[in-house]
């Protein structure tokens, strides 16, 4: 029994980092809709700033790096905010140099990118399905080990 402790822990974490993962993708794919949502309806005050700011400094890059299966959150955020610092930077250039500055247009785009991959993140973190009862109870159950290292009488 000892021998599966280690097993049953990390079934335990991997658990949590998929329930993380889909909390996450869920609060992103909250501040997208409300990015479009103030660019659409032409809302301009402080919540659509943050809104974009946050929008442009972390989702784009969550959505990527989180395909990566890195152990520790802070180092999955560090990662996600600086590929998404680089990926504004690269599009901005883009702008500038082609004398095309259009950047609600620009982040409307990032965000048509950034929503099919924070959705594929929610539907492939989902738990898994249960077993029905009847199933669960068809299977044969296993033998026990002849091997003479379980604790017990004899």
Sequence with gaps: MTMFRGLVGEGARVGEQLRIRRITAYCLLAVCLMVVGTIVTGWENPVRTVAVLLFVGAA???ALISYVNVRHLSVTWISAIGLSL????VIAQVMVLTKAWHPITAVLVLVLFTVPLLAHHVLRSRP???VPSDQASAA???EPSKT?????PR
């Design 60 to 62: 784009p890059g969550w």
């Design 148 to 152: 003479g290292t379980e604790a017990g």
């Design 140 to 142: 044969p159950a296993a």
């Design 86 to 89: 680089s990926i504004a930077i």
């Design 128 to 130: 898994p399905a249960k």
